[in-house]
Nanobody
Framework: VQLQAFGGGLVQAGGSLRVSCAASGRTSRNINMGWFRQAPEKERSLIAAIRFDGGSTYYTDSVKDRYTISRDNAKNTVTLQMNNLKPEDTAVYYC?????????????????WGQGTQVTVSS
């Protein structure tokens, strides 16, 4: 599976950004998809995920109620809409995918990675 991320950028606190990811090489209906982020000197962590059929989603507590993950299996894309952004959301964001047989809400379930995209939130 090849993943290519789009979007990100610089925004002021309280603003919104969207990052998207296009998958190729395997039908998206057969893969769970997620977004990770890594801030400087911190470990990469799973922040949002969506099951292969779009029927269930996961959010880490720090982004719950602010971020929304969605997918379009017809276009093989996944999107993360980020609202009410905070300076602590600043990080490199990574799109990831994993086999649908695994638990989509677990970080260790992801095998394929896109390139990171920078999200910077200024105070």
């Amino acid at each position: 599976v090849q993943l290519q991320a789009f979007g990100g950028g610089l925004v002021q606190a309280g603003g919104s950004l969207r990052v998207s990811c296009a998958a190729s090489g395997r039908t998206s209906r057969n893969i769970n998809m997620g977004w990770f982020r890594q801030a400087p000197e911190k470990e990469r962590s799973l922040i949002a995920a969506i099951r292969f059929d779009g029927g269930s989603t996961y959010y880490t507590d720090s982004v719950k109620d602010r971020y929304t993950i969605s997918r379009d299996n017809a276009k093989n894309t996944v999107t993360l809409q980020m609202n009410n952004l905070k300076p602590e959301d600043t990080a490199v964001y990574y799109c990831a995918a994993g086999p649908k047989s695994r638990f989509y809400y677990l970080a260790r379930s992801y095998d394929w990675w896109g390139q990171g995209t920078q999200v910077t939130v200024s105070s």
